[in-house]
């Protein structure tokens, strides 16, 4: 087994669609005002492997023990993807994946396609 313990970030995936992009700003508003993260851009269509509208949010492996809990009390039902970042994208959102809501079936060729040569 290849051990893999160097997290350099996470990333959370928050999910939305045409009736849930208001709830979807709300949470954003929320993380953008309680936490120091890196907000991205909407998506209002599928974007790479993920298969909905979605936005990210990029944070520090040290706020894991605050974002993490408060997107957990407060997703307002939305679907969200949490996942580390350690340089293996394909591992990082399917085997280091943590789901808040339901698992969505990733477009994980999409990812496969762009993944460094292993040496």
Request: aromatic share 8%.
């Amino acid at each position: 087994m290849k051990e893999n313990s160097i997290i350099i970030g996470f990333h959370a995936h928050v999910y939305y669609d045409l009736e849930t992009r208001d709830v979807a700003a709300q949470i954003r508003e929320g993380l953008g005002a309680r936490f120091e993260v890196q907000l991205g851009r909407w998506h209002d269509q599928p974007i790479g492997p993920h298969p909905k509208s979605m936005y990210q949010v990029a944070f520090a492996p040290n706020q894991f023990p605050q974002v993490v809990p408060w997107l957990m009390l407060n997703r307002e039902g939305l679907d969200i993807l949490v996942h580390p970042e350690t340089g293996d994208d394909v591992t990082d959102h399917t085997a280091h994946a943590l789901w808040l809501g339901n698992k969505l079936e990733l477009n994980i060729q999409v990812l496969q396609r762009i993944r460094p040569n292993a040496s």
